[in-house]
């Protein structure tokens, strides 16, 4: 990140935020949000982004316009948990595997696959 840079996390997990604030708090880039990320997203209807980890339901299975809606063009979209492990819900592999065709198919995207721990998509939002 660059000076004018800002990376702002967000989590509902206290004990979360404190690991981050441990280790980015003395950054003045970084702004630290406990709140549930969807309303957060919401009450900051001018913010966008360049880079945005989708790491929970929400933003990855359940209102991901909005999160992809925030995305500047040539912004980047990461998502983890993309591989089946022991600990999916049923019909979990189905959810994973709508949203990467989702993304696969949008004119706005290009998107990879990474074999990489529990499994990462990488995808590039493209202007139209």
């Not at 660059?2 to 004990?15: G, I, K, R, Y």
């Not at 702004?31 to 969807?38: E, I, K, L, Q, T």
Request: glycine letters at 8%; proline letters at 5%; a negative charge.
């Amino acid at each position: 990140m660059d000076s004018a840079s800002l990376l702002h996390t967000v989590d509902m997990d206290l004990d979360v935020m404190a690991v981050a604030q441990r280790f980015l708090g003395k950054d003045p880039r970084v702004r630290f949000v406990v709140a549930y990320a969807m309303g957060w997203l919401e009450t900051n209807p001018d913010l966008s982004f360049d880079l945005t980890f989708a790491d929970a339901i929400a933003g990855k299975y359940e209102r991901f316009a909005t999160v992809w809606d925030r995305l500047k063009p040539g912004g980047i979209y990461v998502i983890d948990d993309m591989m089946p492990h022991g600990n999916w819900p049923d019909g979990h592999g189905e959810r994973v595997a709508r949203l990467l065709t989702c993304l696969k198919r949008r004119p706005d995207c290009m998107v990879v696959e990474v074999a990489w721990s529990t499994g990462l998509a990488i995808a590039a939002k493209s202007a139209l």
